[in-house]
């Protein structure tokens, strides 16, 4: 099946970025029918990666509430495709404990807001870095609480 893709000026027949699925990602959820509570997910991306050029992909955090246990839930959305964005915070000496992810690594599409469960940030800055822009940044603010 043919794929719809844009006309790139400069870029000889043949090579990878004129093909037009090499700005195709194709995703999928399974959900509970009762409850729509997601059960898994899948994306597929344009391969090698290394041809890939992806836009920033407009990624925002915030951090929704904040548990007794100082769990902190993080709602991350997206306005465009971002691969393997990857939570994490700077580890020293003087923190005892790394924390507790309940996912990392994520795959997010628009649409499909994913929560992540942190635990144990102990007053640390979240970090965020995806395929594209690989020097973390400070994304959230540092929490005010232990956990």
Known sequence: MSCPGPVRDGVAP???LNVGSATVVASARLLEPDTGRVLARFSDWPEPYRFLQPPDPGLKVSV????EDGAVVLSLSVEL??????????VDSTTEANPKW????LDIVPGDVQEVVV???CGRKVKVAYFGKENAVNIVPKADHDG
């Open 14 to 16: 043949g090579e990878p």
């Open 64 to 67: 929704g509430k904040v548990g």
């Open 81 to 90: 495709p971002a691969k393997c964005v990857v939570l994490l915070v700077n």
């Open 102 to 105: 309940s996912d990392n690594a």
């Open 119 to 121: 635990r144990g940030l």
